[in-house]
């Protein structure tokens, strides 16, 4: 199997927790991204001390409550699934802070990670606060829930955004690439895609390949997977008759999103 497509994983941790997924830089090739997803039970409680690491805790689905122990925010979750396409609540907490999710109902919760050594605030990201857009045109178009983009300066390292790709159409394309620290016209960010489909027996296609062709990996991707990409392009497509969802996470050495995108390919942007 792929060493960059992740299969869901069962670990409970504590009653009524269950650990779906869990990739680190230690299990993982990436330096700056950490992600883990959380099913809570209603009632059941996940807890954390974030040491030099910064957190997006994203209510994907269900009601939770959230604190970092001075703060408290109440029944976050706007949806039962990603496929209602609306934007959910999410919380940001710095590092050397901790954090405690309880679970209202049930719930399923991402955490998402990158390192940080300057303290932050606190931030509810509530779900009207999210940017929403609707990206590309033709078979290249799809909906955009900007949760912690690069010009929002609520935290140090991370960017956290989900994704929305209907029937036969593709995202992430034309393929582009961001693995060079090479401001102003690239920035080096790596990212992980954790991905939902509808109905859930669908699947997608993802490629992830370099230049030199060093790295060229294409993946059947199925509902509830985690594909990490350390460096290189990444195209997703979606088959006919499925809607595709994903929470991309994306950091690196500069908190700025500037990409590349594959020269084969850049002349379809002109053609639409």
Known sequence: MSNLLRKPITKEINPGVTICHEVTTENSSLKYVDFKIVDLVPGATYSEELGKTECCIVAVTGKINVTDK????????TRESVFEKIPTDSVYVSNDRGFEVEAVTQ???????????????????????????????????????????????????????????????????????????????ESFLEESYYHEMNPKQGFVFQRVYTDDRSLDETMTVENGDVVIVPEGYHPVGVPAGYTSYYLNVMAGPTRTWKFHNDPDHEWILASN
């Open 107 to 185: 719930a399923r919760v991402a955490l998402c990670y990158s390192p940080s050594e300057k303290q932050l605030p606190t931030k509810l990201i509530r779900a009207a606060d999210n940017g929403v857009e609707n990206r590309g045109d033709g078979q290249n178009k799809r909906l955009v829930h900007n949760i912690l983009p690069d010009s929002d300066p609520s935290a140090n390292s991370l960017l956290v955004v989900e994704v929305i790709t209907e029937s036969g159409n593709w995202s992430s394309y034309p393929p582009h690439k961001h693995d060079r620290d090479n401001l102003p016209e």
């Open 70 to 77: 001075e703060k408290t925010f109440e029944n976050l979750g």
